[in-house]
């Protein structure tokens, strides 16, 4: 979450959205809780619905520690949401879904709340520039590889296999009643929620 091509992070995208999120919620007197994690749980509270509650929440997304993390606890957090939430909630999960194993947690979820799956994406997801042959660590798996990013097959590839497992992952949570939401770093995330809201009041 820490990586991006542009000016802003999936780290800063997340944090954006979640705020965003936050103070909708709070305009509709709705209350509000989270769970931030990274390789751990770093901050958890159940929903509550009063101003200090809320920007108790804030101030915790705006000091989130910029530190690369080895790994996402995503499987973890996803289940202490359902010991938190006691009532039928909307559950907005924000992850670039970049891990392993969180499937059947994500699903038991949605089997109680509405849950919407927020995944943060960059352009080098899909598109790197071409500048030879470049070696490359994923900051959460460790995994290293060396990308001959001046293959036009290697970029056609790269391109395709993204796309695959991009809709590979909106079909995972339409199966199980999830709504799939993608945003970029290039996103505007006021005006991406503004539309996806607007679309949902529609059906």
Same mark, same amino acid.
């Given at each position: 979450m820490e990586t991006g091509s542009e000016n802003y992070t999936r780290l800063n995208?997340?944090?954006?959205?979640?705020?965003?999120?936050?103070?909708?919620?709070?305009? #509709? =007197?709705?209350p509000v809780g989270a769970i931030l994690f990274d390789e751990n749980i770093t901050f958890s509270v159940p929903p509550k619905r009063n101003n200090e509650h809320t920007m108790l929440i804030l101030s915790k997304l705006s000091k989130r520690d910029k530190k690369v993390s080895k /790994? &996402?606890?995503? &499987? &973890?957090?996803? +289940? /202490?949401? @359902?010991q938190l939430l006691k009532n039928c909630s909307m559950v907005f999960v924000i992850s670039d879904f970049r891990c392993k194993n969180y499937e059947k947690d994500l699903s038991v979820l949605a089997q109680k709340h509405d849950v919407v799956a927020i995944q943060i994406i960059d352009n080098n997801d899909s598109e790197l520039p071409k500048i030879g042959l470049i070696s490359a660590t994923d900051a959460e798996s460790n995994v290293? @590889?060396?990308?001959?990013?001046? &293959?036009? =097959?290697?970029?056609?590839? $790269?391109h395709e296999n #993204? +796309? +695959?497992?991009?809709? @590979? $992952? +909106?079909?995972?949570? *339409? *199966?199980? /009643?999830i709504i799939p939401l993608v945003i970029s770093t290039t996103d505007d995330p006021t005006v991406r929620l503004s539309r996806f809201f607007a679309s949902w009041g529609r059906k």
């Open positions: 995208i997340a944090s954006e959205t979640a705020a965003l999120l936050l103070l909708a919620a709070q305009n #509709n =007197e709705c /790994g &996402s606890c995503l &499987s &973890s957090s996803l +289940k /202490g949401a @359902q290293h @590889q060396f990308l001959p990013t001046n &293959s036009n =097959e290697f970029s056609h590839n $790269w #993204n +796309k +695959k497992s991009l809709e @590979q $992952w +909106k079909y995972m949570c *339409r *199966r199980h /009643g």
